[in-house]
């Protein structure tokens, strides 16, 4: 699999059409303008990579739209070297993201068959994230908390206590929350007991499912 001109220049208008859906962020943008996207998709959807759509990826899983990887990107405002654990790595994509703002990358996934596929796949590329692990994400990952920032990549029903409880303090949550629809939520903790709640419109997602499987 090889990462060609043309597959470049596709990116680039994919970065044009996020800048024209208000995407601002430069580190995202130019994440966003070199990760190979293609090359996390099974073959048989190579040549729409780089369009602005979602797309099935194993397990009945999808990779996110693009847009939706900026938007959630842009709302952590990650600086680098900041500890940031993902809840559903996928196809790796977003974690790929989150690595090229440099972060140190904590990933979860709860679905074996993605988890072992993506295991062998970003390293292979040259994406190296500080643990991958199989497991489930409602749980957090309390051993190498507090987090600066925390990305929830599935439709979240409820906001996990456990995800807000293990975010450092001045650290941001960025969660989807809802059942068919979901509510894109930013959580940013201010104190021990103190969170501040923002909501930025609908998106949808595939269901964060409780348990491993
Ligand atoms: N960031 C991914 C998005 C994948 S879709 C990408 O860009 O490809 C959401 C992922 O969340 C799926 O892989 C799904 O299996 C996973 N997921 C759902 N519930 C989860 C949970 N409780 N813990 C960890 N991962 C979960």
């Known amino acids: ?14 970065v044009e059409t996020l800048i024209n859906k208000d995407i601002k962020d430069k580190g995202v943008l130019k994440a966003i303008g070199k990760i190979p996207r293609h090359l996390f998709m099974d073959s048989g ?3 729409h ?23 959630q ?8 070297e900041d500890k940031v654990l993902e809840i559903g ?17 904590y990933s979860i996934e709860r679905q074996k068959e993605l988890f072992k596929k993506t295991s062998k796949f970003l390293p292979k590329i040259g994406y ?9 994400g409602y749980k957090g990952l309390p051993v ?20 807000l409880s293990q975010l450092a ?27 501040e709640k923002h909501e930025f419109g609908d998106f949808r997602f595939v269901p964060m499912l409780e348990d491993k499987n």
């Not at 990579?49 to 938007?71: G, N, R």
């Not at 303090?169 to 969170?195: A, S, Y």
């Open 128 to 136: 190296r994230a500080k643990q991958l692990i199989f497991g489930d």
């Open 169 to 195: 303090i001045g650290g941001r949550l960025v969660i989807p929350v809802g059942d068919k629809v979901q509510v894109m939520t930013l959580f940013i903790r201010k104190g021990p007991k103190e969170f």
């Open 45 to 47: 959807f190579i040549d």
């Open 89 to 105: 790595t996928g196809s790796g994509y977003q974690t790929a993201v989150l690595l090229e703002l440099g972060a140190k990358v």
């Open 1 to 14: 699999m090889k990462d060609t001109f043309k597959h470049q220049g596709m990116r680039q208008q994919l």
């Open 49 to 71: 990579a780089y369009q602005d759509k979602a797309f099935p990826i194993a397990a009945d899983q999808t990779i996110s739209q693009p847009y939706t990887v900026a938007f």
């Open 144 to 163: 190498e908390a507090p987090f600066q920032s925390i990305i929830v990549t599935a439709g979240a029903p409820y906001v996990p206590n456990p995800l």
């Open 73 to 80: 990107s842009e709302l952590l405002k990650v600086q680098p």
